[in-house]
Antibody, heavy 121, light 109 residues
């Protein structure tokens, strides 16, 4: 069965960096696009970024463009989100999600349980 | 990209049908048959319920159905059950990204 396990969350001061990881299993990781989606406490879902199956295409929400970088290591079945210049408003649970297709078009088929990032001084 | 518009809350009694609307623009919902719906229980990860406007993933009850007209997509839940009480989010593909609705809290009376 598909499993997505996020890690790397925690408390961090504004302006600092954090790297999230998402370990995937139960499917051919290298064949699917992967997404990051976040949810601020008590708020709705916000799409953050997507990477195509081979890492050749990456797209970001305007709110994180230039600060966050999505990447993947298909040899390790792992998705990453490098978050730099963190702001208070980046506080959220971050979910990784498997796309239904190889690119960035498909729906988000399976989701991890999320990892909490808290940005506060 | 602005969030899609959903009602903040809807409610219904067991056995009834409810519909949740999701209004976007001609640039997102109206341009792509790539609307999906997600169910989320408190403290849990979202679950895909509908994709490509009308399609149900394996294992999702056929009480859930989706449709679209113009810039508005809809999720209908028939034969409402207590277990359907959750938050529901629509999502549309747009160019090379995704945009979510603000979410709708479904209460089963």
């Amino acid at each position: 069965q598909v499993q997505l396990v996020e890690s790397g969350g925690g408390g961090v001061q504004p302006g600092r960096s954090l790297r999230l990881s998402c370990a995937a299993s139960g499917f051919t990781f290298s064949s699917y696009g992967m997404h990051w989606v976040r949810q601020a406490p008590g708020k709705g879902l916000e799409w953050v970024a997507v990477i195509s199956y081979d890492g050749s295409n990456k797209y970001y929400a305007d709110s994180v463009k230039g600060r966050f970088t999505i990447s993947r290591d298909n040899s390790k079945n792992t998705l990453y989100l490098q978050m730099n210049s963190l702001r208070d408003e980046d506080t959220a649970v971050y979910y990784c999600a498997k796309g239904r297709t190889y690119d960035y078009v498909g729906a988000l088929e399976y989701w991890g349980q999320g990892t909490l990032v808290t940005v506060s001084s | 990209q602005s969030a899609l518009t959903q009602p903040a809350s809807v409610s219904g009694s067991p056995g009834q049908s409810i519909t949740i609307s999701c209004t976007g623009t001609s640039s997102d919902v109206g341009s792509y048959n790539l609307v999906s719906w997600y169910q989320q229980y408190p403290g849990k990860a979202p679950k895909l319920m509908i994709y490509e406007v009308t399609k149900r993933p394996s294992g999702v009850s056929n009480r859930f159905s989706g449709s679209k007209s113009g810039n508005t997509a809809s999720l209908t839940i028939s034969g409402l059950q207590a277990e359907d009480e959750a938050d529901y989010y629509c999502c549309s593909h747009v160019v090379s990204s995704k945009v979510f609705g603000g979410g709708t809290k479904l209460t089963v009376l």
